[in-house]
């Protein structure tokens, strides 16, 4: 899960807006751990697959 849909419990507001200070420590926080993964949209995660699996296949092929 993102930040951007996260509401935050001291102001009933969204983190990404950062209106609070627990907002703004938390979505600094988030970003700092971001995941490589968690940026990518559903489309370039489904490409990657795709590659790999590609990939796999190829090096099935020439093995055999």
Same mark, same amino acid.
């Given at each position: 899960?993102?930040?951007?849909?996260?509401?935050c419990?001291?102001?009933?507001?969204p983190?990404?807006e950062?209106?609070?200070?627990?907002?703004? *420590?938390?979505r600094?926080r @988030? !970003? !700092? !751990?971001?995941?490589?993964? =968690?940026?990518?949209?559903?489309m *370039? @995660?489904? *490409? @990657?697959l *795709? +590659?790999? +699996?590609? =990939? @796999? =296949?190829?090096l099935?092929? !020439?093995t =055999?």
């Amino acid at each position: 899960m993102t930040y951007d849909r996260l509401v935050c419990a001291n102001c009933a507001a969204p983190v990404s807006e950062g209106r609070c200070p627990v907002c703004r *420590a938390n979505r600094e926080r @988030l !970003q !700092q !751990q971001g995941n490589f993964f =968690a940026g990518l949209n559903p489309m *370039a @995660l489904i *490409a @990657l697959l *795709a +590659v790999l +699996v590609a =990939a @796999l =296949a190829l090096l099935a092929h !020439q093995t =055999a």
